[in-house]
């Protein structure tokens, strides 16, 4: 098992990697999204049930996941996963209608939920390592590799097409992967072995005090996941749509959102040992409600990029400290229904928020996001004594 220093760090850095080139692939996909949309004549209602196959692919793979990290380990479920998702953010400017974007949604979604459950798991064992609060900065690192995705996005939006551009990361994806990968691969994580095996994690049997935990942590989750998927998929559009910024802005709006993430992630860890986590996800609740309130309502642009910072620093720290916990009290088991859970948010969201915008208007049917981020601070409130720190 990995022990000194060093191999805690090569195991950190690595793990770190993967996170950003998961955030850095979805984010490339996602600045896409109007482009695909025109190319394949969808309308915001067919467009949400397409998106769904993003979100319904990770729910579907996430206990499977869980599963696999269990029998052969996170770290080689990590890198096989990152394989697949490389592969697949090349497929969705490859289709012309709704239902083949659906299909191709699938399964890049499948490998967007697997490679989510091992590598939090993988950190998850690193954490009680080094027995310090860090999980905040692997979510970090994915919202900065989001942040450089979309930035991305932006600049090549006008000079390659979303096939080109999406086929340009694909192989990015995998080179990053040889790299990290190797390491990953080399080192067993940091976690008892038993006598002659190697140490995968063992199966932890909950109980149904630990249980109700794990699914409270899980609900926190879903809140979170809703907005940032919210974000993600319908951020461009709304800043294109409603306040008829260029497809270059509305890409960058996407990439304040991911670098407010990144700054409040990467003072999670001084939060979290400064208020605890409880009042961490009360704070973060309540600022990302108020910030999507203006994000979704204001009538000029860069009020409505104020309030996509605002929600960034606000939802930062919710996820990871959902996961993380859950991941402590069960295992990969935890961190899998915590998922499963928080990626049934991202699940209900795109066609909740593109049926709500073919009824009402997509501005209104952004301000659920500041509802579910409310749900989140009352929970948040109701379970700080149940589940201290």
């Not at 206990?63 to 479920?77: M, S, W």
């Not at 951020?235 to 960058?252: K, M």
């Not at 990439?255 to 939060?271: I, N």
């Amino acid at each position: 098992m990995p022990g000194t220093p060093n191999d805690l760090s090569r195991l950190r850095i690595a793990l770190t990697t993967f996170f950003a080139l998961d955030g850095f692939l979805f984010a490339g996909w996602v600045v896409r999204i109007p482009a695909i949309k025109e190319q394949t004549g969808a309308s915001a209602g067919d467009l949400g049930l397409a998106l769904l196959g993003v979100s319904a692919g990770a729910v579907l793979t996430m206990t499977l996941t869980g599963r696999l990290c269990r029998r052969f380990g996170t770290h080689e479920v990590t890198v096989v996963c990152a394989v697949l998702l490389s592969l697949s953010v090349a497929l969705p400017p490859l289709t012309h209608s709704t239902l083949a974007l659906g299909a191709v949604l699938l399964v890049f979604g499948a490998a967007y939920g697997g490679i989510n459950v091992a590598f939090n798991s993988a950190a998850v064992d690193l954490v009680t390592a080094l027995r310090r609060p860090i999980m905040p900065s692997f979510h970090a690192a994915f919202s900065l590799g989001g942040m450089v995705g979309a930035g991305l996005g932006g600049l090549v939006a006008g000079a390659l097409s979303p096939t080109r551009h999406l086929l340009s990361l694909a192989v990015i994806g995998l080179l990053v992967t040889a790299a990290a990968g190797r390491t990953l691969l080399r080192h067993e994580p940091p976690t008892p072995t038993r006598p002659g095996r190697p140490a995968k994690d063992p199966p932890r049997r909950m109980d149904p005090r630990t249980r109700g935990l794990v699914i409270v942590f899980g609900l926190i989750a879903l809140c979170t996941a809703y907005g940032e998927g919210a974000m993600a998929d319908w951020g461009a559009l709304h800043l294109e749509q409603d306040l008829d910024a260029s497809p270059g802005v509305a890409a960058i709006g996407y990439s304040c959102f991911a670098l407010a993430m990144a700054v409040g992630r990467l003072s999670g860890t001084a939060l979290l040992e400064r208020l605890g986590h409880g009042r961490t996800v009360v704070a973060g609740g309540a600022t990302a409600a108020a910030g999507m309130v203006l994000g979704s309502l204001a009538p000029s642009l860069w009020a409505a990029l104020l309030g996509f910072a605002v929600t960034g620093l606000g939802l930062a720290n919710l996820f990871p400290v959902a996961v993380e916990r859950a991941g402590t009290l069960a295992g990969p088991s935890g961190v899998a229904i915590a998922s499963t859970l928080g990626y049934g948010g991202m699940l209900l969201g795109p066609p909740a928020i593109g049926f709500m915008a073919d009824w009402f208007s997509l501005p209104v049917a952004l301000t659920s996001v500041a509802v579910l981020a409310a749900i989140a601070t009352l929970i948040g409130v109701a379970t700080r004594r149940a589940a201290p720190n």
